[in-house]
């Protein structure tokens, strides 16, 4: 009786090794199952898709990213360039002479006449218009404005 009956013990070595069997036999079918499913993903069908699939996404959208970017910024400089070309325009002699207006100076086109007391009566000038020049001979002078 202090003794386990070795009949009895060999029954129940005989169970264990048994549900051992089972238990590996299950955690092998288990392993299969997964490494099947595994071998059926992508990943493994396709493996450089999967590794490059992702980075080629993240390269095409920074790849759109920048070429917005440099989209707007062309489109923004194009807005400042019509600004100054205005700005330059206003500011140009020609819109000036196109205005009405025209630049006196002396025949060899050296010196800009602004003063009636820089030339002389009988002298030769060059004036200026929008469309052309004319050779002029000062007649009379009058200081008077």
Request: proline share 2%; with cysteine.
């Given at each position: 009786?202090a ?7 060999g029954?129940y070595i005989?169970?264990?090794?048994t ?6 036999v ?10 099947s ?8 069908a396709?493996p ?6 992702a980075r080629q ?19 923004c400089?194009?807005?400042?360039l019509a600004?100054?070309?205005?700005r ?10 196109a205005?009405g ?9 050296k010196?800009?006449?602004s ?10 000038m ?20």
């Amino acid at each position: 009786m202090a003794v386990p009956d070795q009949k009895e013990m060999g029954r129940y070595i005989l169970s264990l090794r048994t549900r051992l069997v089972r238990a590996l036999v299950g955690k092998i079918e288990k392993c299969r199952q997964r490494l099947s499913s595994c071998l059926a993903s992508q990943a493994f069908a396709r493996p450089v898709d999967t590794i490059c699939g992702a980075r080629q996404q993240a390269l095409d959208f920074l790849s759109h990213r920048l070429l917005q970017g440099v989209r707007s910024t062309v489109e923004c400089e194009k807005g400042r360039l019509a600004v100054l070309a205005g700005r330059l325009q206003t500011l140009s002699p020609l819109a000036t002479l196109a205005r009405g207006y025209s630049i006196c100076a002396s025949v060899d086109g050296k010196h800009v006449v602004s003063d009636v007391d820089s030339i002389n009566i009988g002298e030769r000038m060059s004036v200026r218009l929008h469309r052309g020049i004319l050779q002029c001979l000062v007649e009379d002078k009058n200081n008077r404005c």
